[in-house]
């Protein structure tokens, strides 16, 4: 049991008409682990998250949560799966704690210990001031995070996050990605993040998956998607010196490509064949080249994204 | 862990709408309309009974006449009142029902907790009709606690069952334009939208329905002998498509036991009558048409809505 996939899609296809929302989506995800689903907007994410709380039938292929199937039995999955969706709306006219208490009746909670979860969900995303205040005073930010208190509420096996970080300020999403790593390291939630946000999301994520135009076009930890790229490696460096002295220290490396002015300013971009990386980096340092700062510019999950995002679109034009 | 073991879920989804609907604005607002011009006139009816009392010894199910009777200076009955009024109640109730809960984007989160999608739509429908009931249960112990005050007259036992039967019609009579705004509801994104075209069928029934009936009876209705007989009783068939002259005519007949028929009547027929007073069920059978057929409006519209709601995506 605790082998299997907590989340499993096979050849799923959503069509709207003759528009293809999702295109043969393959997925596994397993006991406690954390998945980004990183795409564009309209790359079908919110579509495939319907499918698998049974929200949206579709159109091929199957699907299972927990290991039961969504079209079968809905209520079980829903009784499992916290879900966040996107720009989450709540009751303007009822309170916070109302609003999540409503949450908890649906779920047939025990009315005490549910008490007890929305006082401390409440104060665990940081609105225990504003939670007896009605939900139409609220700002977009104070939305999404009653939106989590209202996901854990059930106590979830498996939360389902549709933009978490969207429309919160920058404080408020470091807490909720902390808040994220906590459940998965403490308590082994499964976690399916959906985000168009990569830096945002990408420092959470065991995996990720690039979603485009309905079909994943690459998976598998960050790193693994770096050096998975058929590209060579693009070296950042910022050094004590200019262009001069690099060029001088590369001489003789095989596999240099270029060397030009990096993105940001005052650093240099070595690009270099991915077998000779480490050849070149040596060949710095035994050159004196004094190395204030190197990393490797392609290891940015949005470097990644948009190399991919790059290489479908021209393939669909 | 299969499905069938939780609770169903609509009466979670109708106990809310209940309360909201009862701490709502709308519903004290309605409250005082109603109780306002049902103090007005069941006080007046109550004057006009009492002043022609002494003549009128023996008038069968005196009580009830409160209901049906107008007199100086409020122009319309209890039960006209409620013919058209009710409507308000039932579009103020359900034409935000589904369409406030996509403008609040609550519905992929409602939908996502453990229930069915048909709760949410069952759950506010019956919720909505719990209000109704409430109103309607509010409104005729307030205007009989009126009447005996002012008649000295308690109601007989046969009374208040004529009257417990005409409050279960009043309430299939606005559940049916519940059903109907909540389809809207349903249908059109934007509750205000919604709101419209309630109130303009209402309106357009009320105001024209009768007019309309005549029009297309005299039109239609053949030349040559009878043909004024002909023309009336297509008059009545036409009129009857609105639910508002079916619920004026189970109205009529349930509150008033010397009713013998709601449709056309020659004097020939009249000849040698005996004026006796009918049971509730023979008065029941009067009008069992009548009562079936809103229950089977109130049915389909429902129906209607609940189909349209299944079909729909849940995203907007």
Known sequence: MSDEPVISARGLTKRYGDTVAVDGLDLEIGRGEVFGLLGPNGAGKTTTILMLLGLTEPTEGTVRVLGLDPARNPLAIKRRVGYLPDAVGFYEGLTGRENLRYTARLNRMDPDEAEARIDMLVDRVGLADAADRPAGTYSRGMLQRLGIADALVKDPDVLILDEPTAAIDPEGVSEMLDLIRTLATEQGVTQLISSHHLQQVQEVCDRVAIFVSGRIVASGTTHELAVGGAGPERLELRIDGGRDDLVRALEGVPGIDDIRPGRRPGSWEVVVAREHAGDAVRALAAGGVEILELRRASEELDEIYRRYFQEVTTHAG | ?316
């Open chain 2, 1 to 316: 862990m299969p499905d069938e073991r939780m609770p169903p879920g609509w009466p979670i989804v109708a106990r809310k709408e209940f309360t909201d609907h009862l701490y709502s604005g709308r519903f004290v607002a309605l409250l005082a309309v109603l109780s306002l011009a049902g103090a007005g006139a069941v006080f007046a009816a109550s004057t006009g009974i009492r002043s022609v009392a002494p003549q009128t010894v023996g008038i069968p199910a005196l009580f009830l006449r409160l209901f049906t009777v107008s007199a100086d200076p409020v122009p319309f009955a209890l039960v006209v009142f409620i013919a058209f009024l009710g409507p308000l109640l039932g579009i103020m109730f359900g034409f935000d029902a589904i369409s406030g809960e996509r403008n609040q984007r609550t519905l992929p989160r409602l939908v996502a907790q453990p229930i069915h999608r048909d709760d949410v739509i069952n759950g506010k429908f019956v919720g909505g009709l719990g209000i109704v009931t409430v109103v309607f249960v509010a409104l005729t112990l307030f205007v009989a606690g009126i009447g005996i005050f002012r008649l000295g007259v308690v109601p007989t036992p046969a009374e208040l069952a004529r009257l417990s039967v005409w409050v279960l019609a009043a309430i299939v009579y606005v559940g049916f334009w519940l059903a109907l705004a909540m389809l809207f509801s349903v249908v059109v994104r934007r509750s205000s939208t919604s709101a419209l075209i309630g109130v303009s069928i209402w309106l357009g029934l009320a105001l024209f329905g009768n007019l309309a009936a005549r029009l297309v009876a005299r039109l239609l209705a053949p030349s040559g002998p009878g043909a004024a007989l002909a023309e009336a009783r297509l008059e009545t068939l036409l009129a009857r498509i609105s639910p508002m002259t079916l619920f004026s005519e189970a109205s009529s007949a349930l509150l008033d036991p010397t009713v013998r028929t709601t449709g056309v009547v020659t004097l020939a027929q009249l000849d040698r009558a005996i004026i006796s007073n009918l049971s509730l069920v023979q008065s029941l059978a009067v009008v069992w048409p009548q009562v079936v057929t809103l229950v089977a409006y109130t049915v389909i519209c429902f129906g209607l809505a609940y189909w349209a709601f299944m079909r729909q995506e849940v995203r907007a």
